[in-house]
């Protein structure tokens, strides 16, 4: 158990629909990663939210954003969604911004598909 | 350029046996750090073992050590006397020093025969 849920953990939406990803972080812990994880594939890096301000953005267009709250939880949100946005999402918690370096935390995971 | 490279999509391994997952990676930097992960069929990641580049030894978790061979950019994980419940996929993953991002390999499915 590494204290940090997603939810919710199955999801299934229309291709142009908007979702929104939730995640709760480890108590205490004042960044977020999120990551994308298509069938088959390792998870890339889609943003990172620090202090609730986005702090660094992998390859990924506009239409997903974020937010992350006091309350150490956090969103992941995707407009007009793609076909290849069907993948398995990825919360990851740490504390200021990852030190030491191994200390990231991985929730289970939101399935999102997309028909 | 692709950072880390699993060469081993899947291994088919016999119970109690040691395997050995291979992982290169490639980098400029000096300071960084080496992650393996196992993510079994649930889907969540389960960190197991960790190498800075900095380090001297290579580093142990229990049954999981970490073969780190720096001037060949190499970390292969070494799990020994596998078990059934070993088998997932493992994932070798990267993180360079004032990076954000954890830049993971493509994985290795491992299956552990009875």
């Known amino acids: 158990e590494t204290g940090v849920t997603q939810s919710p953990t199955h999801l299934i939406k229309t291709r142009g629909q908007q979702v929104t990803l939730r995640c709760s972080s480890q108590s205490g812990h004042n960044t977020v990663s999120w990551y994308q994880q298509a069938l088959g594939q390792g998870p890339q890096f889609i943003f990172q939210?620090?202090?609730?301000?986005?702090?660094g953005r992998g390859n990924f267009p506009p239409r997903f954003s974020g937010l992350q709250f006091p309350n150490y939880s956090s969103e992941l949100n995707v407009n007009a969604l793609e076909l290849d946005d069907s993948a398995l999402y990825l919360c990851a918690s740490s504390w200021d911004r990852g030190r030491p370096l191994y200390e990231q935390y991985f929730g289970p995971g939101t399935r999102l598909t997309v028909t | 350029a692709q950072k880390i490279t699993q060469t081993q999509p899947g291994m088919f391994v016999q119970e109690k046996e040691a395997v050995t997952l291979d992982c290169t990676y490639d980098?400029?930097?000096?300071?960084?750090?080496l992650f393996w992960y196992k993510q079994p069929s649930s889907g969540e990641m389960i960190f197991l073992i960790y190498q800075g580049s900095y380090d001297q030894q290579n580093a142990t978790e229990g049954r999981y050590s970490l073969n780190f061979q720096k001037a060949r950019k190499s970390a292969n994980l070494v799990i020994s006397a596998s078990q059934l419940g070993d088998s997932a996929m493992y994932f070798c993953?990267?993180?360079?020093?004032?990076?954000?991002?954890?830049?993971f390999g493509k994985g290795t499915r491992l299956h552990i025969l009875p």
């Open positions: 980098t400029s930097d000096p300071s960084y750090g």
């Open positions: 939210y620090y202090r609730e301000e986005e702090n």
């Open positions: 993953a990267m993180r360079e020093t004032g990076d954000d991002k954890i830049i």
